[in-house]
């Protein structure tokens, strides 16, 4: 009788190793991270080339914000079977001769404005002390206290004189450079509406598989027809805040042209929240005293235009755009503040539709949404 061969331990014997097991595949490299020095050293090279670029990249961006608000038109023109040049045309020409009609109508008064501020300031002055005399008056009252407490101090407050140097070959240097700005901002504006489509469409044919195009494809179009829809409402909205405040102060006895002025500040002032509301009050609390000689009827502009931007921040705004294009206050004023550094005024107008790309474009890629949830 024979006895059975031994098993085979060698093939029995599990592996040490599982790569070499059939069936399992290796294990992923970890993804090197960089370093915090480098991440830091990134961050200010970003920052100061947006600094330094801004010749640059705010013409882009400007044009790219109208291309925006004009696009919603657009499509409505195309439903019409109107060809899409003809249509940005026709947009582009109707904008440029809104702003021109609004800019013949405003420059008037703006340049009375200017030329006046040095004389009205004057008149100013004396309101003012008037206003505050009381405080003035308790004022004095403690120093001549102090003064007897202390001794009287014969020494006189030293004078400080500023001499400026003008520059008479500025506005030389300074007016080709912002018509050409102008320009640049005009045709890029007129191109973007154009061939903004074909130029996604041809960055798209570069993705590798169809599933991958498709996918990039419903992401872009949504992005951009509700970034399109938020910045074309938000216009209509301010557009609505400056005219109905022009109509008030118009009923309060202001001059037409000065009360279109005013309501065109305050539309241009409230696309940077917070920030633009503020220097309006201020605004028209100088433009109410300068207007009326009592102190209540002096107080009206400032008190309706605050009233008017309460009900559209707290209510209009809110319901128009929903939940959903809310953001944080406290990263909004840090954007403000970023922004308005880099970009000056620009800046501050570009801030908010730059923000609220940004989260959509975040809400929209899969793994990112609690970084959009981050902005609300």
């Known amino acids: 009788m024979s006895t059975p061969p031994p098993p085979n331990t060698d093939s029995a014997a599990p592996s040490d190793d599982g790569d070499d097991e059939p069936g399992l595949a290796p294990a992923p490299a970890p993804r090197p991270r960089a370093s915090a020095a480098l991440v830091v050293l990134a961050t200010l090279a970003v920052g100061y080339t947006l600094w330094a670029a801004q010749a640059l990249i705010l013409p882009i961006l400007l044009a790219g914000f109208f291309a925006l608000v004009g696009n919603p038109i657009l499509r409505g023109l195309q439903r019409l079977y109107l060809p899409r040049v003809l249509g940005a045309l026709l ?65 006189k407050p030293v004078q400080v004189i500023r001499t400026e140097l003008n520059d008479p070959y500025g506005a030389l240097t300074t007016t080709p450079k912002t018509i050409a700005q102008i320009l640049a901002v005009v045709l890029l504006t007129f191109f973007f509406m154009v061939y903004g489509e074909s130029l996604q469409r041809n960055a798209i044919a570069l993705l590798p598989t169809r599933q ?3 996918l990039t494809v419903d992401i872009l179009q949504s992005i951009e027809r509700e970034i399109s829809r938020y910045v074309l409402t938000i216009s209509i909205i301010n557009t609505a805040l400056g005219l109905v405040l022009a109509a008030a102060l118009y009923w309060l006895g202001v001059p037409l042209n000065e009360a279109l002025l005013w309501g065109t500040m ?25 207007a009326f000689d009592e102190l209540w009827p002096s107080l009206l502009p400032a008190g309706l235009y605050l009233l008017l931007h309460t009900i559209e921040g707290q209510i209009v705004t809110p319901i128009v755009l929903g939940r959903r294009m809310r953001l944080s206050p406290l990263l909004l004023i840090l954007a403000l503040m970023l922004f308005g550094w880099l970009w000056g ?32």
């Open 266 to 290: 305050a539309a241009i002032l409230n696309f940077a929240p917070y920030v633009g509301p503020l220097i309006g009050i201020v605004i028209m609390l100088l433009m109410g005293v300068v």
């Open 345 to 376: 005024i620009v800046g501050l107008l570009l801030a908010v539709p730059l923000l609220v790309c940004v989260k959509l474009v975040l809400a929209r890629i899969e793994g990112l949404e609690g970084w959009a949830r981050l902005l609300e």
């Open 212 to 214: 991958q195009k498709k």
């Open 91 to 155: 947009v582009l020409l109707g904008g440029l001769a809104a702003a021109g009609a609004l800019g013949n109508q405003l420059i008037e008064p703006a340049s009375e404005w200017v030329r006046q501020v040095p004389r009205e300031m004057k008149q100013i002055a004396p309101k003012l002390r008037n206003l505050t005399k009381p405080m003035l008056d308790a004022n004095k009252a403690a120093q001549n206290i102090a003064r007897a407490a202390g001794g009287e101090s014969t020494g």
